[in-house]
Structures are given as structure tokens and as C-alpha cells.
T-cell receptor, first 112, second 114 residues
Framework: KQEVTQIPAALSVPEGENLVLNCSFT??????LQWFRQDPGKGLTSLLL?????REQTSGRLNASLDKSSGRSTLYIAASQPGDSATYLC???????????FGKGTSLLVTP | SAVISQKPSRDICQRGTSLTIQCQVD?????MFWYRQQPGQSLTLIAT?????????ESGFVIDKFPISRPNLTFSTLTVSNMSPEDSSIYLC???????????FGPGTRLTVT
């Protein structure tokens, strides 16, 4: 069974800092990896999708990398803002099915 | 992308009753899923809602407890049957685009069972 771990579980940074969120997974036979954002009491917003053949994806201030062989992905957030405060979830889809296997998330607080 | 709506957004229900959650998508999609997020936990896939056939359930989830309908390519319902307090969770509908298999999620239904 695919295990997805996110470190740290919580993070507090002052506005303007660059930060890195980490995601690791145990089964490298993945189809793709997706990063989501979840605001309190809300659904999930898709941030970035990385296919297994890709090494990174960028969207605005966000950059996600994927190292399939080592079972790791990172989400880099540049010049953080208070509006970035949310829980960030990493999810992996295996080659063998459609289910997304989620980590427990990193709760990010960006203080003004 | 896809825009997904869910009804109700939240509900408080009594033990032993059932609740049906609706999911509507703004475009036709082949793949639609139902997830559960228990308090403090990550999301877990309940089942894949198949149009025109029975849903495909993940290990630990059964049709009698979570019956699912998928009458067309834009709509699905999930029923939580004979509820107990352990069913208190957020239930989320999601769809995957055939082009990239990127998944999009609805806003969720927050269920509290008393």
C-alpha cells in the first residue's frame, strides 16, 4: 500500500520568506503526483500536477519537483504571503488505479 | 478544469438515519469519485462512481453502507446509511479529466452525526 508522508506537519513563517514543503512516498510506481491546497472548512484546490515522466512544474510563485526514484516531491513557495496560509496536501496516483493516496498535509501559517 | 458543486454543504443528522449527498459537475466527465476526510486525517477514497454500472468500492467500504448512483456523466449521489457518530466526516466528490487525470474536488459536505 502506498504511504504518503508530509513533513513538516505544521509551519509558521513571516511574510516574504521562501519555503519548502516536503512529500515522500513509498511506492515509486506512480502515474502522477498532485499538490492541493485546502482552506479551513473548504474543499481542495488543485495547485500543480506532475506526471511521472516530468521533473517539475511551475505556476506563479509555486514550483513542484518530483524525484520518482527516491520517492520524493517538494513544493517551493516563493515570497510567501498571508493569503498562502492553508493546509497543503500531497497526493499520489499509482499506475495500478485511479485512487489518489493523500498525505496528512502541512498546515502553513504566514504571519504579516 | 471542472467546476463541482455539492449539496448539502453541511448537515447534522441523528444516529440511525441516512443522508444523500449530491454532486454536480459543469461538464461531462468519465471518472467521478467519492472521498471521505475524517477529523484530523487525510482523504480516503470510498468508491469510483461508474456511469451505467455499479460503483467500484475500495477496501473497507461497502455498498450497503455507502450506496452510490451515477445516472449520467455530470451527476452522482452518495448516501451514508444507518449513520453513527463515526461517520462524522467531510465527504468530497471529485472528478478526473481524461486528458491528464488531474483530479478536481468539490467543496465538500461536512456531516455531523449525533
Amino acid at each position: 500500500k502506498q504511504e504518503v508522508t508530509q513533513i513538516p506537519a505544521a509551519l509558521s513563517v513571516p511574510e516574504g520568506e521562501n519555503l519548502v514543503l516536503n512529500c515522500s512516498f513509498t511506492d515509486s510506481a506512480i502515474y502522477n503526483l498532485q499538490w492541493f491546497r485546502q482552506d479551513p472548512g473548504k474543499g481542495l484546490t488543485s495547485l500543480l500536477l506532475i506526471q511521472s515522466s516530468q521533473r517539475e512544474q511551475t505556476s506563479g510563485r509555486l514550483n513542484a519537483s518530483l524525484d520518482k526514484s527516491s520517492g520524493r516531491s517538494t513544493l517551493y513557495i516563493a515570497a510567501s504571503q498571508p493569503g498562502d496560509s492553508a493546509t497543503y496536501l500531497c497526493a499520489v496516483r499509482l499506475n495500478s488505479g485511479y485512487a489518489l493516496n493523500f498525505g496528512k498535509g502541512t498546515s502553513l501559517l504566514v504571519t504579516p | 478544469s471542472a467546476v463541482i458543486s455539492q449539496k448539502p454543504s453541511r448537515d447534522i443528522c441523528q444516529r440511525g438515519t441516512s443522508l444523500t449527498i449530491q454532486c454536480q459537475v459543469d461538464s461531462q466527465v468519465t471518472m467521478m469519485f467519492w472521498y471521505r476526510q475524517q477529523p484530523g486525517q487525510s482523504l480516503t477514497l470510498i468508491a469510483t462512481a461508474n456511469q451505467g454500472s455499479e460503483a467500484t468500492y475500495e477496501s473497507g467500504f461497502v455498498i450497503d453502507k455507502f450506496p452510490i448512483s451515477r445516472p449520467n456523466l455530470t451527476f452522482s449521489t452518495l448516501t451514508v446509511s444507518n449513520m453513527s457518530p463515526e461517520d462524522s466526516s467531510i465527504y468530497l466528490c471529485s472528478v478526473a479529466l481524461a486528458s491528464s487525470y488531474e483530479q478536481y474536488f468539490g467543496p465538500g459536505t461536512r456531516l455531523t452525526v449525533t
